[in-house]
């Protein structure tokens, strides 16, 4: 066999990979049932009526070859019908949004369209562990700009320094805060002075908590003439297996998507469009209990901390822990698995990220056991 290119040994450790590792083998030793807190997958399905269509589309003959390449209109029609009705933003569905199978594919993908060897990627730190694999294979250098916690973790733009592209997240993973005013405004004023693209992950976009508005950095004046936003239906639905996702917004880079696309997939299986569908054009209040079931198991797990927790979306708490705790004491000792913030880049250290898509019994016992552990290097 040849030489390992080089762009599979440009990759960082997995995070999660070595995560569940870590946690399986944690989970195996004696003790009391480990809590894990560690990943973040939506703990409950989509309503039914959802794989009622997956299942009635899936028994027709017709719809078993290859789906059309770039998408069926409908499901891009009821993507930009969502934009419309919901968020405020007018989409062309077939210039505008492309079809992808799911939004990690479009972390890196966006990153191979965007950026050449060399170029730079911006990424907020603290940032999701996903994002630097695709600069990592497009040989793209990685910067990061800082998210101020005493500004609710919004970055200073208008200091940063030019990119190929910048990517943002909010509601943010892992900090757990909606875009402050003004964010979405100064990545536009960014973008506008030095040329690189803008790319928000509205991963969580839906997940939004005390009665707050989901908010599309597309309805930010100028947003489109510089930018796309990566939507999925993993949280909004709890689909995250499903494997799809959207790249809304300026045509030149949704047109990119499309390009790579029609070299290195096929499509997207007809009937799992057709269920998405079914969730996007359906009865919604399987996301409003979503919602409330997280917020429930939030403040559970803020009554039980001594500091104060912010958390206005997503479905994570980001924790600062204190002295003499750390993720491995509460793994070892505590039998609570969280999700260690180094991670989650340089800014990470020193802090946790709780996972709250789990049942509420399992946040009741991690709320028990977190509570004893930081008494105890209180005490
Ligand atoms: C911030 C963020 N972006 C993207 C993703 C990937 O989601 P998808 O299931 O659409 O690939 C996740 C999944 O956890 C996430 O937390």
């Not at 762009?7 to 590792?21: E, H, K, N, S």
């Amino acid at each position: 066999m040849g030489r390992r290119p080089k762009r599979l040994d440009r990759l960082p450790q997995q995070y999660f990979v070595a995560l569940l590792g870590r946690v399986a083998a944690a989970a195996a030793k004696d003790g009391p049932p480990l809590v894990d807190l560690g990943r973040g997958n939506p703990e409950l399905g989509p309503p039914p009526h959802v794989a009622e269509a997956l299942a009635a589309s899936a028994a027709r003959p017709d719809v078993h070859g290859y789906a059309p390449i770039r998408g069926l209109a409908h499901t891009k029609e009821a993507l930009a019908a969502r934009y419309r009705d919901v968020y405020g933003v007018d989409l062309d569905p077939e210039r505008e949004i492309a079809l992808i199978p799911g939004t990690k594919t479009g972390i890196v993908e966006l990153a191979l369209a965007l950026a050449d060897e060399g170029d730079t990627i911006l990424l907020p730190d603290p940032y999701y562990p996903d994002y630097p694999s695709g600069p990592a294979l497009a040989g793209a250098r990685l910067e990061t700009v800082p998210l101020r916690p005493d500004e609710g973790w919004s970055p200073d733009l208008d200091a940063a320094p030019a990119a190929a592209a910048l990517y943002l997240n909010y509601p943010s993973n892992p900090c757990a805060v909606c875009a402050p005013p003004g964010t979405f405004a100064s990545a536009v004023r960014w973008a506008e002075r030095t040329g690189g693209a803008v790319v928000h992950d509205a991963a969580y976009i839906d997940i939004v908590f005390d009665g707050r508005a989901p908010q599309s950095f597309l309805a930010t004046p100028g947003a489109k003439n510089v930018g796309v936003e990566m939507w999925s239906m993993s949280k909004t639905y709890g689909m995250a297996g499903w494997r799809i996702g959207f790249v809304a917004g300026n045509a030149e880079i949704v047109e990119r998507i499309n390009t790579l696309n029609d070299h290195a997939r096929v499509g997207i299986f007809e009937p799992l469009q057709r269920a998405a569908i079914a969730a996007l054009e359906g009865p919604q209040d399987s996301v409003a209990a979503r919602v409330a079931g997280y917020e429930r198991r939030r403040d559970t797990l803020a009554a039980a901390l001594p500091e104060p927790v912010v958390c206005e979306g997503t479905f994570f708490v980001w924790l600062r822990l204190p002295e003499g705790l750390s993720a491995e004491t509460l793994l070892e000792e505590h039998r609570v698995a969280v999700a260690p913030g180094e991670g989650f880049g340089p800014s990470g250290a020193g802090w946790a990220r709780l996972s709250l898509a789990v049942s509420d019994e399992a946040i009741e016992t991690a709320a028990a056991r977190l509570a004893h552990a930081f008494a105890a290097v209180a005490a």
